[in-house]
């Protein structure tokens, strides 16, 4: 199992630019989130895919916008990138379960080696 | 609101030296407690997952501990392979997964 797959590594942008970021998640899992990650922060959350749509979605810009493909396999995109934008982008993967007492909900999230953007 | 407060924020202790880190936490229903461990510049690893009031799991030389407002992670007789950032996470009702900011532990050899 090659588990949760990111790229590209790092990437170098320019302000304004725009940017995609892709993920693979591990096998068996349908559901993929997305987070930023600061230096020395905690990451947070952007939004979550299952079944191609947009779950949920954190306190970020429509600069953020994302994509589900039908073999579960995400995109990131970031338009007008801003030097605020510098990060390291993670990407998790979950299987989604069902249960009496929770609803629809996602199980333990297993995350990539992520993708440092830095924007100049 | 939703919360997550990690404490210490970094975190000296020789080889050996036994710890605790803190996650307090506040959350409507909440559906999971999450300890990840992360080396610089790389994903995080996943350790545990808590459910409930006085769960505990152990993997090696690390124990994680829940009660209704904290989750501790016991370190016994760390090793500098140890050293690393150890993140909290909550999965409340919204099913939404919230990040403290992280305890930076050092072991010294």
């Known amino acids: 199992d090659a588990g949760v797959t990111q790229s590209p590594t790092h990437l170098i942008k320019t302000r304004g630019q725009q940017v995609t970021l892709r993920c693979s998640p591990k096998?068996?899992?349908?559901?993929v989130s997305w987070y930023q990650q600061a230096l020395g922060q905690g990451p947070q959350f952007i939004f979550q895919?299952?079944?191609?749509?947009?779950?949920q979605r954190g306190n970020f810009p429509d600069r953020f916008s994302g994509h589900q493909f039908p073999n579960y396999s995400s995109e990131l995109n970031v338009n007008a990138l801003l030097l605020g934008d510098s990060a390291l982008y993670l990407c998790?993967?979950?299987?989604?379960?069902?249960?009496?007492?929770?609803?629809?909900?996602?199980?333990?999230?297993?995350f990539g080696p992520g993708t440092r953007l830095t924007v100049l | 609101e939703d919360q997550v407060t990690q404490s210490p924020e970094a975190l000296r202790l020789q080889e050996g030296e036994s710890s605790s880190l803190n996650c307090s936490y506040t959350?409507?229903?909440?559906?999971?407690l999450f300890w990840y461990r992360q080396d610089p510049g790389k994903g995080p690893e996943f350790l545990f997952t808590?459910?409930?009031a006085g769960e505990e799991k152990e993997k090696e030389r690390l124990k994680a501990t829940l009660t209704k407002k904290e989750s501790f992670l016991h370190i016994t007789a760390p090793k500098p392979e140890d050293s690393a950032t150890y993140l909290c996470?909550?999965?409340?009702?919204?099913?939404?997964?919230?990040f403290g900011k992280g305890t930076r532990l050092h072991i010294l050899p």
């Open positions: 996470a909550h999965r409340g009702r919204d099913d939404k997964i919230i």
């Open positions: 895919y299952y079944e191609e749509e947009e779950r």
């Open positions: 959350v409507s229903g909440l559906r999971g």
């Open positions: 096998s068996g899992h349908d559901t």
């Open positions: 808590l459910y409930s």
């Open positions: 998790a993967s979950s299987p989604t379960r069902t249960s009496a007492g929770h609803g629809v909900y996602t199980d333990t999230q297993y």
